[in-house]
């Protein structure tokens, strides 16, 4: 339809006709165009008595608020929520009275390459800036969103390896019996589960010497018995609360920020930066490869797909499929 056939304030977006005047909330109407139910909703917008005296702002900031309260942000993944907001917040600092209408694909791109030195936070930034910029095009904001097809930045990626002994040793040197620092790390290595399953964990989920665990992620519910490292911290913690792992004021569950920060802390002491809180779970699979056991039985520890089973532990089969190689070498050479 050509615009002149719209009457005024009303334009045809991608998505739909909105309602659009200066001072005006954006409205998207309901109806077909042309039909008496249309131009019903256009004289009830007409006829509002609460009129808006002001305009209503459409900068990032707006965006980022709207967004916060779309479903789109609200079915996220707690963990993958805290991961938003830090680049929501970042957007919002740098940009927050910027127009989202008026953004580049040249833009996108000087936003990305003005982060390349930290290349994982630049290519994050990049996916939460495209949902939101898809947010803004639903409003009826923009046309077109400018973060489609912009490549990220080619990094090469660091693969994550278990605690060496001696680091996880240390680890259990520098956190006493009680604190939550070892406990978490216990629970991780001990169970080999998720950090946000872990996280979740309840006193209730002890069952006949083990772990109940409905994994967040995949829907699995497991049942893994408790190693007496595991439980010599288990007995040495407090019981305050539903959680096992709680808050400083021990009415909640601990969160993934508090536990992450906590955890780090001890990193740094003891000098292992290189491996964080997702390694655990690697520990935990790769000790069972160590021991003979089969991808099966390891997954039946961690939950863990047959793939992930080899992801997680092909280093450590490399090198127990060597020894065993070596050692039947030099049994021939003896013989």
Not at 291 to 303: E, N, P
Request: glycine share 6%; charged share 30%.
């Amino acid at each position: 339809m050509a615009k002149r056939e719209l009457p005024k304030h009303v334009y045809k977006q991608r998505n739909g006709i909105y309602f659009q005047r200066r001072g005006w909330p954006s409205q998207k109407f309901q109806s077909e165009f042309g039909t008496p139910e249309f131009w019903q909703e256009y004289a009830g917008i007409l006829s509002l008595k609460d009129r808006p005296n002001r305009v209503i702002a459409r900068n990032f900031g707006a965006l980022i608020d709207s967004y916060r309260k779309s479903p789109r942000y609200r079915n996220l993944k707690p963990r993958t929520g805290l991961d938003y907001d830090k680049h929501l917040d970042f957007f919002c600092e740098i940009m927050g009275a910027a127009s989202p209408a008026k953004m580049q694909r040249k833009d996108v791109i000087r936003l990305r390459d003005a982060n390349a030195d930290k290349a994982y936070f630049a290519n994050y930034s990049l996916r939460v800036l495209r949902v939101l910029m898809e947010h803004c095009v639903d409003l009826g904001w923009r046309e077109t969103n400018p973060v489609r097809g912009v490549p990220e930045l080619k990094t090469v990626k660091k693969e994550r390896e278990p605690w060496p002994r001696d680091l996880l040793q240390s680890y259990r040197t520098a956190c006493d019996l009680g604190t939550r620092e070892r406990l978490v790390m216990e629970l991780c290595v001990g169970t080999g589960q998720r950090i946000a399953d872990v996280l979740a964990m309840r006193w209730s989920d002890i069952q006949d010497g083990g772990f109940v665990v409905r994994q967040s992620k995949t829907g699995k519910q497991l049942w893994v018995p408790i190693l007496p490292e595991l439980q010599s911290a288990l007995d040495a913690a407090s019981r305050h609360s539903v959680f096992i792992l709680t808050n400083e004021q021990g009415t909640n569950r601990w969160s993934y920020r508090g536990a992450s920060a906590a955890v780090r802390k001890v990193r740094q002491r003891i000098g292992a930066l290189d491996y964080d809180i997702h390694s655990w779970r690697y520990n935990a699979a790769c000790e069972l490869v160590e021991v003979g056991c089969s991808d099966d039985l390891v997954a039946s520890v961690t939950g863990q797909s047959p793939a992930m089973v080899l992801h997680y532990t092909k280093k450590v089969r490399q090198k127990v499929r060597a020894i065993e190689a070596q050692q039947k070498r030099s049994d021939k050479n003896r013989s």
